[in-house]
């Protein structure tokens, strides 16, 4: 009998969890229409408050990684949780504003008080040590070379920041050395031929790796291509 895969699809709230039924329970008759056999609220896993739920990520191998609104980073592995807090570690803020990983097994975490990764330590990277010029990291997403792209801004400074591992070289593009309209990132978006897409306030932005880039504008749409 051909069965599905379990499907979870996963809420900012607590941690609201809906559990898809296979085939052969809806041939049972064991749930409801659409698949549908539970919704599941969880705040609390293996002694973890999850509660505050705010930016969820699934790396490479299948882990769960929380970020809250208070609680720190949560690391949810099979039936299995943990928590990094200001508390018990050195991440630089229980509130995580983004999460991302990369091929290497480091998980990069975005705050208002730098920009973090962490495997089994913990490294941060903030205006005192990196190109940032604000310590506030949002919006983080990592490409297919592992580099890292994030938001590193406001309105009046600041903008967008690509991290090379790799070369150890930071790049940050703002409103005055290119076309990007203000220094608010509100997402970021890499698809698999290396395009960065990032909204900002005033319109949508795209960006092509390279080390150099030729600029163009074309309705309302910028576009940073390697020469």
């Not at 592995?77 to 999460?99: C, F, R, V």
């Not at 994030?150 to 991290?163: K, S, T, V, Y």
């Not at 703002?174 to 990007?180: A, F, G, L, M, R």
């Not at 698809?191 to 163009?216: H, I, P, Q």
């Amino acid at each position: 009998m051909n069965r599905s895969k379990v499907i979870n699809v996963y809420l900012i709230a607590s941690f609201l969890v809906l559990n898809s039924c296979t085939n052969e329970d809806r041939v049972l008759g064991l749930n409801q229409p659409l698949g549908i056999t539970s919704w599941e609220l969880i705040t609390e896993l293996e002694g973890v408050n999850i509660d505050k739920a705010f930016r969820l990520h699934i790396d490479k191998d299948k882990v769960l990684w929380v970020g809250t609104f208070g609680n720190g980073l949560i690391k949810i592995q099979g039936e299995n949780a943990s928590q990094l807090t200001t508390e018990n570690s050195q991440i630089p803020d229980d509130i995580i504003y983004s999460i991302a990983s990369d091929s290497n097994g480091f998980v990069w975490g975005g705050t208002v008080n730098g920009l973090f990764n962490y495997k089994t330590d913990i490294t941060i990277y903030n205006s005192s040590n990196s190109a940032m010029t604000l310590d506030k990291a949002f919006s983080v997403a990592v490409d297919k070379t592992n580099t890292i792209w994030f938001e590193n801004g406001n309105a009046e400074e600041g903008g967008l920041i690509r991290f090379d591992q790799t070369e150890n070289n930071w790049q940050l593009f703002t409103p005055d050395n290119s076309d990007i309209p203000n220094g608010i990132i509100n997402d970021i978006h890499i698809t698999e031929d290396g395009t960065v897409w990032t909204g900002t306030e005033w319109l949508m932005v795209t960006v092509a790796s390279g080390k150099k880039v030729r600029m163009g504008r074309k309705r309302y749409t910028i576009q940073i291509t390697p020469i």
